[in-house]
């Protein structure tokens, strides 16, 4: 009998134990189960982070190469400006120039028409008629005035030939 109640123990102990080697079993397996799924979740995660990076690098190249194009359009943008620059100094020069020149041509037409005109009247102080309508036409101011003198002088040479000749 002791035999039979240790085989029984044995049996209910053997069938106790296996019960609980089956739960442990079966507890393994779901927290296999679960790490597999984990791993898979953290396998796509990282797929999906190695696409943003790929894509992110991706994006700062075609950046930096924007970069560099802006940097040689800068470049060539400040060349160009020094250039302009450069031509708007010798520009302004040149103005400047004939902006001096121009003053002194004037005060030197200036000095002419006053030596021509002293000249002239001193050539009518004496009397000469062909003289007095040079005078006149040398005051004109616009190739107008010089026109109306000149129909006017020759006009009056007209009107003195035919009182001569009468």
């Given at each position: 009998?002791?035999?039979?109640?240790?085989?029984?123990?044995?049996l209910?102990?053997?069938a106790a134990h296996a019960d609980d080697l089956k739960d442990k079993k079966n507890?393994?397996?779901r927290e296999l189960k679960g790490a597999h799924r984990d791993l898979d979740e953290s396998s796509a995660q990282l797929r999906r982070a190695t696409a943003r990076l790929d894509a992110a690098q991706?994006?700062?190249g075609v950046a930096?190469?924007?970069l560099a194009t802006a940097r040689g359009k800068v470049e060539v943008a400040q060349e160009r400006d020094a250039q302009m620059q450069a031509e708007l100094a010798a520009a302004e020069q040149e103005l400047a120039e004939a902006e001096a020149a121009?003053?002194?041509?004037q005060v030197d037409r200036d000095a002419q028409r006053e030596k021509v005109a002293r000249t002239v009247a001193d050539m009518y102080s004496e009397g000469d008629p062909e003289l007095i309508a040079f005078a006149s036409l040398l005051g004109a101011e616009d190739t107008e005035e010089l026109t109306r003198r000149d129909g006017?002088?020759?006009w009056s040479s007209g009107r003195r030939r035919a009182s001569t000749t009468s």
């Open positions: 009998m002791a035999a039979a109640l240790v085989a029984i123990l044995a209910g102990m053997s507890k393994v397996e991706q994006q700062l930096k190469t924007r121009l003053a002194q041509g006017v002088r020759t």
